[in-house]
Structures are given as C-alpha cells and as structure tokens.
C-alpha cells in the first residue's frame, strides 16, 4: 500500500482538482455513464450538496490532490437515511497504486461514524480496478 499518501477533508480550494480528476473519469469512460465535461460552477453545486454527514476526501502525495471519494445522498426518502451512494475517482497516472484503497478505507470510516449501515455503488464491468477495489476485504 502507498504509505506517502494523506488523506483529508476536502476543502473549497481542492475543487479544481476534484474537478480535473472527475472529467479524466468521465473522458476514459471507466468510471461513470457522464458524457459530457463539467465546469467549476457544476462542480461548486456538487460539493455545496456535501457536508460533514457526506463528507468529501482528498488523497494527497507532494501536495497534489491525486484522488477523491464522497459519500452522496441516495435517496431523499427518509427510509433511505441509513444509506449513501460512494463515488471514488483517481488521477489518471495514479490509478492501480492502492490509492483506492486508502479513500474506501478512510470513507468507510466516516459513513460509520455518521451512522450509515449500507454503502451502495455503481461500477461498470469493464472497470477492472474499480471492481478489484470493491472486491477486495483486506482494507477494513
């Protein structure tokens, strides 16, 4: 596992990052069904809807943001308060490094402590690392 990496609530300043990850995402199309870019104003709005029950966290080496993961509402629906939808995004030159792993550990973590039970996610087939991640049982 990548031990230089640190983790952190992400902040206001790390959204052009964020965002910069999220479009590399949505460019390779391995991680999401978006087609279309996102700009800065979508990605404000986005994490305006976060807060420290959906927490956003940055994966940082060298002062670089080179991941992210977020816990997001599932369902506005009150019978759905124990659930949150997780998304995990990694730099593109940092992918297959364990910094997956890092984020789902340290996220897990966070939905815990916020009282969530269940944790539900959407990977697509032919993301072969993002379904190893979510396969894997060693990163309790």
């Given at each position: 596992?990548?031990?230089?990496?640190?983790?952190?609530?992400?902040?206001?300043?790390?959204?052009?990052?964020?965002?910069?990850?999220?479009?590399?995402?949505?460019?390779?199309?391995?991680?999401?069904?978006?087609?279309?870019?996102?700009?800065?104003?979508?990605?404000?709005?986005?994490?305006?809807?976060?807060?420290?029950?959906?927490?956003?966290?940055?994966?940082?080496?060298?002062?670089?943001?080179?991941?992210?993961?977020?816990?997001?509402?599932?369902?506005?629906r009150c019978a759905y308060n124990g659930v949150t939808d997780l998304s995990i995004y990694i730099k593109r030159e940092y992918r297959g490094r364990g910094i997956g792993s890092i984020l789902l550990s340290n996220i897990e973590r966070i939905a815990m402590k916020n009282n969530f039970n269940k944790i539900v996610l959407f990977t697509l087939p032919f993301n072969k690392l993002g379904q190893g991640l979510y396969r894997d049982t060693t990163h309790d």
């Amino acid at each position: 596992m990548n031990t230089d990496i640190e983790t952190r609530l992400a902040t206001k300043e790390d959204l052009q990052s964020i965002l910069q990850i999220y479009n590399q995402g949505i460019e390779d199309r391995v991680a999401t069904l978006e087609e279309d870019q996102k700009g800065l104003d979508y990605m404000e709005d986005w994490f305006s809807q976060h807060n420290e029950r959906f927490a956003v966290v940055v994966a940082v080496q060298n002062n670089e943001v080179v991941g992210w993961a977020s816990l997001n509402r599932y369902s506005n629906r009150c019978a759905y308060n124990g659930v949150t939808d997780l998304s995990i995004y990694i730099k593109r030159e940092y992918r297959g490094r364990g910094i997956g792993s890092i984020l789902l550990s340290n996220i897990e973590r966070i939905a815990m402590k916020n009282n969530f039970n269940k944790i539900v996610l959407f990977t697509l087939p032919f993301n072969k690392l993002g379904q190893g991640l979510y396969r894997d049982t060693t990163h309790d």
